[in-house]
DNA sequence: ACCTGAACACCGTTCAAGT
DNA sequence: ACCTGAACACCGTTCAAGT
């Protein structure tokens, strides 16, 4: 019986823009004191400044002068605050103007959608674990959605290919700042540069006698050149990516190219 | 000078796999009691029954018959467990006996590893997530990246195209299963089918007036239609996507197809 | 309307101590 | 070699209370 209780409280999906109220509050509604702007504001800066890991509702209390509860009043949860510092960066996304345009060339508008969407993520490296926990649907993410959505409905591909190559395109791009997000993020907590830190792991590897196989084969598929920089090969890697997807969007947009 | 005892801790990249005694133990090694063996399985199975969020040291201690502290014999740190976890599952990944064979087809073994790939993820929702925050160079997913390489040598891309087409496969699939399983999550934690789910969010963003004009693109685009559930439609995209990337190998392997 | 203090039920990890 | 108890320095969040 005591179950019951409980049951309606795990009804509703948790996410702020799915409540009743979604924080879409008019200006100049918050004339002094903190202000749901200024928190989410200091909540970005906090997550840039000193990672995800560290950062805490009473650590972002600190940082406006104020107790951790204080919070609580504009914000009903701590993932609650996170969605909203999501969207905030997603405003950073550099959308096209001719989105509908069907002189401009769709494939330069997909690079540079899918290059935005990977240097604001890079940006705030933290962002792309929250797209990982947090429903991505404020405002911001939405015009980025509407963006990319008419940019590729003038491929050619047609209704059901488009949300195929959509997901093919913008998944590759989040994986790609996800994993690279990381190693940063390992390479600052180790004290190393990134290309150091990939030699110390290559190292690693190579000294398990089982893996002197695969170690041949990565260097000879472009890994750990020893002139190259690691970001450079990531560069490398990107772009190839790009030009791949473009090409599969072209060979199958006017129907089966064999 | 305080901070200087400090600067050498800091120093070491964490991670199992880096350290100097990476957990290759012998078997037979450990006769009775606890075992990392048995630590791990069962670290597995409470990621798997319970999810990432509620996993603590002192529940897998709890679920073992055994004090918090006793863990920390067998592992340094939370951390390097779910490591060990994350190398666990990528053992359930089927590897194609014929990676390097000529006679073989590249495309069927891609598809087949990326694949394979996403049901391992979708197995263990947790997995994506961990993927990206820990370094996963453990002995099955080396044995993993080891196979992706050998098929891809034989597509006919140059050794910098290899890696790039790589990044481009695996991180898409990554990406997908890493929305994938968020959405399963949140319906599990709303107590909602995904389909329902999925009617809920989509009825909260039409009633935002500013992005009707996206809900009927997202429409015509193919998402959401009235008689296909929504893992279908994820279904759907993930194949197309495949084919959209096999196409682009196609394209590019050769040279410059224009 | 906005902010606080004390408290609850947790965390990961250290450290000295047991066997 | 293996395990424990107590303690430290944290968490997110609730709740009654202040102004």
Redesign the interface.
């Known amino acids: 019986m005591a179950a019951a209780t409980n049951?309606r409280a795990?009804?509703?999906?948790?996410?702020v823009?799915?409540t009743g109220r979604?924080p879409l509050r008019r200006k100049a509604e918050q004339p002094a004191g903190l202000g749901l702007d200024k928190i989410v504001e200091a909540t970005v800066r906090l997550l840039d400044a000193e990672g995800l890991a560290k950062f805490s509702m009473r650590r972002l209390a600190a940082e406006l002068g104020v107790t951790a509860m204080s919070l609580y009043w504009y914000v009903d949860t701590k993932d609650d605050l996170l969605e909203l510092a999501v969207d905030a960066v997603a405003g950073e996304l550099a959308l096209p103007d001719d989105a509908d345009d069907d002189t401009a060339d769709w494939r330069d508008q997909l690079r540079g959608l899918a290059t935005t969407y990977r240097d604001v993520l890079l940006r705030h490296p933290w962002a792309?674990?929250l797209?990982?926990?947090v429903?991505n649907?404020g405002?911001h993410s939405?015009a980025f959605?509407?963006a990319t959505?008419?940019v590729?409905?003038r491929s050619g591909l047609g209704?059901?290919?488009?949300?195929?190559?959509?997901?093919?395109l913008?998944?590759?791009?989040?994986?790609?700042a996800?994993?690279r997000?990381?190693h940063e993020a390992?390479c600052r907590?180790?004290?190393?540069s990134i290309d150091d830190?990939f030699a110390?792991?290559i190292a690693?590897?190579s000294d398990?006698p089982?893996?002197t196989?695969?170690m041949e084969?990565?260097a000879?598929?472009?890994?750990a050149m020893p002139d190259a920089s690691a970001l450079d090969?990531l560069d490398?890697?990107?772009?190839?990516?790009l030009?791949?997807?473009?090409?599969?969007?072209?060979?199958?947009r006017a129907g089966r190219?064999d």
Do not use: K
């Open positions: 049951e795990e009804q509703r999906p948790h996410s823009w799915l979604p792309p674990r797209l990982g926990e429903l649907i405002p939405m959605s509407s959505l008419r590729m409905a209704p059901d290919g488009t949300s195929g190559a959509l997901a093919s913008f998944h590759f791009v989040y994986g790609f996800t994993i997000s990381l390992r907590a180790a004290g190393l830190y110390h792991v690693a590897i398990r089982d893996f196989e695969t084969l990565s000879r598929a472009g890994y090969m490398r890697d990107f772009a190839f990516a030009d791949l997807q473009i090409a599969g969007i072209d060979a199958l190219a």
